[in-house]
């Protein structure tokens, strides 16, 4: 079974900072997706990548899958980006055999 | 476009009572549909998944049950409640990937 570890688990910064949020995991993998979870406690799927890196808005994510480790960056934060972030490993490309991180809380402060 | 709905958003439940959470998605064909539970502390937990019609796996044994009645409908059961059946549960649903989450149902078994 994979090891799913984010960190930091807590994150506050100020509006404006350049936002890293990392994830590791224990075996090798086909996907890794990145989610964020609102304070309602809805999921939105940000990314999902298998290799190099992608780019949505002020939101990218990269992954190197020789050192099974994804970051995901946030640049020019915004307090409306105050969420928790998960990442979550997958064997293949099904969502059956996800395994998630607990987490990574972030508080953006005006 | 397509759209998950999931319900109810909250519930309060007395230990030993049954539950029934219901999760619908429109504008889409044969999804792959997902329960899981996010307990306080901890990631998210696949408890159950579907390929189709009737086609159930438990990732989790536990006194809960999962149906799929209809290719867009999928149920949530519990004939009696424990005080450790609390928490956050999501449905979703993918076809090929990525994930797509309802919004949640926080129970809460008092």
């Known amino acids: 079974k994979n090891e799913v570890e984010q960190s930091p688990q807590n994150l506050t910064a100020q509006e404006g900072e350049f936002i890293t949020i990392n994830c590791s995991y224990s075996?090798?993998?086909?996907?890794l997706h990145w989610l964020q979870q609102h304070p309602g406690g809805g999921i939105v799927s940000l990314f999902m990548l298998s290799s190099g890196k992608k780019k949505h808005g002020r939101l990218i994510a990269t992954i190197n899958i020789q050192e099974k480790h994804s970051s995901l960056h946030i640049t020019a934060s915004h307090p409306r980006d105050s969420a928790v972030y998960i990442c979550a490993v997958g064997p293949g490309g099904g969502a059956d055999g996800l395994t998630f991180g607990k987490g990574t809380h972030l508080i953006i402060q005006p | 476009s397509q759209t998950i709905h999931q319900w109810p958003a909250t519930l309060v439940q007395p230990v030993g009572s049954p539950l029934s959470l219901e999760c619908t998605v429109e504008g889409t064909s044969n999804p792959n549909l997902y329960w899981y539970r996010q307990a306080a502390g901890r990631g998210l937990q696949l408890l159950f998944y579907?390929?189709?019609?009737?086609?159930i796996s438990s990732e989790v044994p536990q006194n809960l049950s999962a149906s799929r009645p209809q290719d867009w409908q999928f149920i949530l059961s519990s004939k009696k409640l424990l005080l450790s059946d609390s928490g956050f549960y999501l449905c979703?649903?993918?076809?090929?990937?990525?994930?797509?989450f309802g919004n949640g149902t926080r129970l809460t078994v008092t």
């Open positions: 075996v090798g993998i086909s996907a």
């Open positions: 579907s390929v189709g019609i009737g086609q």
């Open positions: 979703a649903w993918s076809v090929a990937s990525p994930l797509h």
